[in-house]
């Protein structure tokens, strides 16, 4: 894989040649079968383990080589940035959390695999604020149309109250880093392992909500999507990235310490880090994917967010999940 400031340009060559040998070997070594051609693959990624780790494992495993794709990988901030890139043809694939779930609902993309339930979003505040109720009339920073927006929003809901309540600041999340680092904001609607930087200069950061708090009205998948057009034109690309990445998936929920020591080495940070980052993580595995695509699980977690969306302002109506989700794509790639 091609990581930004980090390029492989051999990989392409590499994969070719061994898709050369592989494709005479399955003709009996006669010389009429001929090589599969590599595609080249635009990938989105958000640099923590929801969004790095099956890029990592896919390439350090030569998961991507296996399967003729040379993946030049570019990292985000945050899933409406890539919804972006993918609409506008700079990324064929990207990653997004579950507050940016709203977007391939709108058709601005395609679900082509759920990766992971999500469990480190958090609302926080400074020091000396107890409740959410408390932050009525506080500034609060929150990244707009990320999950860190979506616990936000859940959390005042359940206090009776709305973002009107509070004086809510949008942004990035460096910024919010920044911001409560240095306590210019009273609160923020984030997530780990951002805030485990926050809490080295705010110890005694207050965690107001979290993920679980919410288990019962609504989930909070992680998805990989793909732009519309490649979907459209491009079935061939699709299929195989959907297959690769099924299969970083199944090394993924089988050695969970490589695995964090691959997204360590991609990610350039302490392979502890990581390991705290994917405490916050439920992984799933393809199996598990593949029965509640089957019986309707992952529709109902998607359901549940579309209704959620409607209520905070960002679908018009319900949408329903099969137009977005190709989950007959994703367990087709298995067989």
């Not at 780790?53 to 409406?80: C, D, M, R």
């Not at 199996?287 to 699980?297: F, K, Q, S």
């Not at 109902?300 to 109506?317: D, I, Q």
């Amino acid at each position: 894989m091609t990581f930004n400031k980090k390029f492989l340009g051999a990989l392409a060559l590499v994969a070719a040649s061994t898709l050369a040998i592989t494709g005479c070997s399955a003709d009996g070594g006669g010389g009429g079968g001929s090589a599969e051609e590599t595609i080249d693959v635009n990938f989105g990624y958000i640099g923590d383990f929801n969004g790095a780790s099956l890029l990592a494992v896919a390439e350090e495993q030569g998961i991507w080589e296996k399967h003729g794709l040379n993946v030049t990988a570019s990292v985000f901030t945050n899933g409406p940035l890539q919804i972006q890139a993918l609409g506008t043809g700079d990324l064929d694939f990207g990653y997004i959390g579950p507050g940016a779930m709203w977007l391939p609902a709108s058709g601005e993309a395609k679900v082509v695999a759920i990766n992971t339930l999500g469990q480190a979003d958090r609302v926080v505040a400074q020091p000396g604020i107890e409740s959410i109720e408390d932050l009525r009339g506080k500034t609060v920073a929150v990244p707009e149309g990320t999950s860190g927006d979506m616990i936000l929003t859940l959390a005042l809901q359940e206090a009776g109250m709305t973002k009107d309540d509070v004086d809510l600041v949008p942004m990035e999340p460096a910024a919010i880093v920044a911001a409560l680092a240095s306590q210019q904001v009273d609160g923020a609607g984030f997530w780990y392992p951002a805030l485990a930087t926050v809490k080295e200069q705010v110890p005694d950061l207050v965690e107001l909500a979290q993920n679980s708090d919410f288990e019962d009205v609504v989930a909070f998948p992680t998805a990989f999507v793909a732009g519309n057009d490649v979907v459209e034109e491009e079935p061939e690309k699709v299929e195989r990235v959907v297959a690769a990445l099924r299969e970083a998936m199944e090394f993924r929920s089988t050695d969970l310490d490589a695995t964090i020591e691959a997204t360590a080495a991609m990610l350039s940070v302490e392979p502890a880090q990581v390991e705290a980052d994917a405490g916050n993580v439920q992984i799933l595995s393809t199996e598990e994917l593949d029965g509640w695509t089957a019986d309707g699980t992952i529709d109902t977690w998607l359901t549940g967010m579309n209704e959620y969306f409607v209520g905070a302002g960002k679908l018009p109506s319900p949408v329903e999940p099969s137009e977005y989700y190709l989950g007959d794509i994703f367990t087709s790639a298995g067989e």
